[in-house]
């Protein structure tokens, strides 16, 4: 039921900069903030960015995340092997009556 | 520091109703303006919310899962739970209970459970 589609993978080496897309519609990314949230393996999901580009307490600042139009971005600077997990985007979505939709999903590969 | 807790069977029949508590230990779940989450995710897939329940009874639930869906609170034991009805294989996920990180936000969840697995099989 994913409305905002996020490439499936992503790779990168130690220290490189990755950039993970978010696509979306005017009814979610178009008119609402952005999040975006980390998964390790068997773990809950982390929040990373909130509102579009602020980062919770405790998250590097290598982690930023921008939105234009309907779309979002989060960038992954100065990547270390402990980045390497799946990313998910998530926005509120106008239609039906309204509700929180998540991307598809993007996994990170440290090379 | 606020924690929350998954609790319910780990096997459901399908045609029955799948429920599970969450608990919220650290903190009141009526002490303040927040909404209270339920998100799933099928194994090797994507996150899908469920629906989310404000400490004073109003819901919002995701349309897809609307008319099998009951979230409720319970604030006398600092629980609130889900009830999913009519399972199926396709229900087969982790569940997820979670809290937004500003009060009467819906999204953003920056307090999670660990998650219960779920399987739907007879």
């Known amino acids: 039921q994913s409305v905002l589609t996020q490439p499936p993978s992503a790779s990168g080496t130690p220290g490189q900069r990755v950039t993970i897309s978010c696509s979306g519609s005017s009814s979610n990314i178009g008119s609402n903030t952005v999040n975006w949230y980390q998964q390790l393996p068997g773990t809950a999901p982390k929040l990373l960015i909130y509102?579009?580009?602020q980062r919770p307490s405790g998250v590097p600042d290598r982690f930023s995340g921008s939105k234009s139009g309907t779309s979002a971005s989060l960038a992954i600077s100065g990547l270390q092997s402990e980045d390497e997990a799946d990313y998910y985007c998530?926005?509120?979505?106008?239609?039906?009556?309204?509700?929180?939709?998540f991307g598809t999903g993007t996994k990170v590969t440290v090379l | 520091q606020l924690q929350l807790q998954e609790s319910g069977p780990g096997l459901v029949k399908p045609s029955e109703t799948l429920s599970l508590t969450c608990t919220v230990s650290?903190?009141?779940?009526?002490?303040?303006?927040?909404?209270w989450g339920w998100i799933r995710q099928p194994p090797g897939k994507g996150l899908e919310w469920i629906g989310s329940i404000y400490y004073s009874g109003s819901t919002y639930y995701n349309p897809s899962l609307k008319s099998r869906v009951t979230i409720s609170v319970d604030t006398s034991k600092n629980q609130f739970s889900l009830k999913l009805s009519s399972v199926t294989a396709a229900d087969t996920a982790v569940y997820y209970c979670?809290?937004?990180?500003?009060?009467?936000?819906?999204?953003?969840?920056?307090?999670w459970g660990q998650g219960t697995m779920v399987t739907v099989s007879s």
């Open positions: 998530a926005a509120w979505d106008d239609s039906l009556n309204g509700l929180l939709v």
């Open positions: 979670a809290r937004p990180r500003q009060q009467l936000a819906i999204d953003a969840f920056d307090i």
């Open positions: 650290g903190g009141s779940i009526s002490s303040s303006s927040y909404y």
């Open positions: 509102s579009n580009n």
